[in-house]
């Protein structure tokens, strides 16, 4: 019978769980059980959760760029929704071409406030998932945006939008991913867990995947570790709830 919960619980979450969340997912519903026999039983049943492939960076930093500095040192931890954002850029191949992913992410809650995909690599993509995210919840002040040097993010479109919004800016080093860590690593849950089990024939596929994954799943129902193993959307809300009420 607890084979047969974990099995259901690890078709909901498409394959991706291992079984560290699987535990946690039962627990949240109130099964009662130890992690250690959820990851007996799921090596018993087979249930494997997908793996990891490599990513290709798009990163090409501007020559042109003035300083900017590091102003989050790799610490992608935050005391308030907003007060820390994160960003970068993926691709996503198809028969009709590559499409581009932009996303902003906040570092208190984990979710991805904004996001904007199109088939053109340039500013116009980060400005538009900035200006989502930005829309989606009140930016507190001296909030920072981190990203890598990537030209579009050290374009002047860009940078305006961010003084608009009262956004500091704040950029890694280039070539080193750990500098944007929290960033690439929710690209390799996409690619992971999503993108690279399936194949589009057209962009618009693509497209509706990518909000299918992350409104549809990953904001509102993947169990998040650094959140005690609860969704992004619930965390946020759980602190508007409470500041409000105080």
């Given at each position: 019978m607890l084979t047969e919960h974990i099995r259901a619980v690890f078709a909901a979450s498409y394959r991706t769980y291992g079984y560290r969340r699987v535990h946690a997912e039962l627990m949240r519903s109130g099964v009662r059980v130890d992690d250690e026999l959820v990851r007996r039983l799921m090596r018993a049943a087979r249930l494997c959760p997908v793996q990891v492939k490599p990513r290709r960076g798009l990163t090409v930093a501007a020559r042109t760029a003035g300083v900017i500095p590091d102003l989050v040192k790799r610490d992608f931890t935050a005391a308030a929704p907003g007060k820390k954002l994160v960003g970068d850029i993926t691709q996503i191949n198809t028969g009709e071409g590559t499409l581009y992913l932009a996303t902003v992410i906040d570092c208190y809650s984990k979710?991805?406030?904004?996001?904007?995909?199109?088939?053109?690599?340039?500013?116009?993509?980060?400005?538009?998932?900035?200006?989502?995210?930005?829309?989606?919840?009140?930016?507190?002040?001296?909030?920072?945006?981190?990203?890598?040097?990537?030209?579009?993010?050290?374009?002047?479109?860009?940078?305006?939008?961010?003084?608009?919004?009262?956004?500091?800016?704040?950029?890694?080093?280039?070539?080193?991913?750990?500098?944007?860590?929290?960033?690439?690593?929710?690209?390799?849950?996409?690619?992971?867990?999503?993108?690279?089990?399936?194949?589009?024939?057209?962009?618009?596929?693509?497209?509706?995947?990518?909000?299918?994954?992350?409104?549809?799943?990953?904001?509102?129902?993947?169990?998040?570790?650094?959140?005690?193993?609860?969704?992004?959307?619930?965390?946020?809300?759980?602190?508007?709830?409470?500041?409000?009420?105080?």
């Open positions: 979710s991805i406030l904004g996001w904007s995909v199109d088939k053109h690599y340039n500013a116009g993509i980060v400005s538009a998932a900035m200006t989502m995210a930005a829309g989606r919840i009140r930016l507190p002040d001296g909030a920072i945006f981190h990203s890598d040097r990537g030209s579009q993010y050290t374009s002047y479109e860009f940078s305006r939008l961010l003084r608009q919004e009262g956004v500091r800016q704040s950029v890694g080093r280039t070539g080193i991913c750990f500098d944007n860590a929290m960033a690439e690593s929710f690209f390799g849950k996409l690619k992971t867990e999503w993108i690279h089990h399936r194949s589009f024939a057209t962009r618009a596929e693509a497209q509706r995947e990518v909000i299918k994954f992350v409104e549809g799943f990953y904001n509102t129902r993947r169990l998040h570790s650094a959140l005690g193993y609860r969704p992004p959307l619930e965390a946020l809300d759980e602190w508007f709830t409470k500041h409000q009420a105080a």
